[in-house]
T-cell receptor, first 116, second 108 residues
Framework: GAVVSQHPSWVICKSGTSVKIECRSL??????MFWYRQFPKQSLMLMAT?????????EQGVEKDKFLINHASLTLSTLTVTSAHPEDSSFYIC????????????FGPGTRLTVL | GIQVEQSPPDLILQEGANSTLRCNFS?????LQWFHQNPWGQLINLFY???GTKQNGRLSATTVATERYSLLYISSSQTTDSGVYFC??????????FGTGTRLKVLA
């Protein structure tokens, strides 16, 4: 149980285009989803927290107009990188939680974004 | 904010060897988890351990919350143990703060 999927697993796009990444909880309802970014050989950094049906909360330094997050249902959250630039190239990981008595988060497999 | 430091940053072992990874955190926490990130990037949850000791096969973990550290023990290491090990702490707002990571390579 507690499986989280991401799609696509990798994507290459041209500079200036927008890219959408999906995060789905497959066998549980996720009241809260989190988006992380990981640069090569670095740790995971939290970008934003989203709750179903409400606006995402962004961490300090993360541009909310560039990284659009939509948590439309209890099983789906999307991250859209708008007007992508090469410096946005990174590994994006989502996680989901249903707060079932613990604060455990379940992580997706990640999406590798390369912007040319 | 809270700082989470892991040591050593890099570790190379011969297959069959034992190792201890350490996670130090600068303030009290509600929760601590250990993860293994495999070469494809997937994070695998190893332990949910805000305090005490847990064991799962060749892996065990101990958290001493009052002294603000946690240890992950790997015994009889295998090549499949290679990857990056992260600890992550939760404080107050249910946000995970990840440590700096330990990159482990196990040689056959």
């Amino acid at each position: 149980g507690a499986v989280v999927s991401q799609h696509p697993s990798w994507v290459i796009c041209k500079s200036g285009t927008s890219v959408k990444i999906e995060c789905r909880s497959l066998d549980f309802q996720a009241t809260t989803m989190f988006w992380y970014r990981q640069f090569p050989k670095q740790s995971l950094m939290l970008m934003a927290t989203s709750n179903e049906g409400s606006k995402a909360t962004y961490e300090q330094g993360v541009e909310k107009d560039k990284f659009l997050i939509n948590h439309a249902s209890l099983t789906l959250s999307t991250l859209t990188v708008t007007s992508a630039h090469p410096e946005d190239s990174s590994f994006y990981i989502c996680s989901a939680s249903n707060w079932g008595g613990t604060d455990t988060q379940y992580f997706g497999p990640g999406t590798r974004l390369t912007v040319l | 904010g809270i700082q989470v430091e892991q040591s050593p940053p890099d570790l190379i072992l011969q297959e069959g060897a034992n190792s201890t990874l350490r996670c130090n955190f600068s303030d009290s926490v509600n929760n601590l988890q250990w993860f293994h990130q495999n070469p494809w990037g997937q994070l695998i949850n190893l332990f949910y351990i805000p305090s005490g000791t847990k064991q799962n096969g060749r892996l065990s973990a101990t958290t001493v919350a009052t002294e603000r550290y946690s240890l992950l023990y790997i015994s009889s290491s295998q090549t499949t143990d290679s990857g990056v090990y992260f600890c992550a702490v939760v404080r107050g707002t249910y946000k995970y703060i990840f440590g700096t990571g330990t990159r482990l390579k196990v040689l056959a």
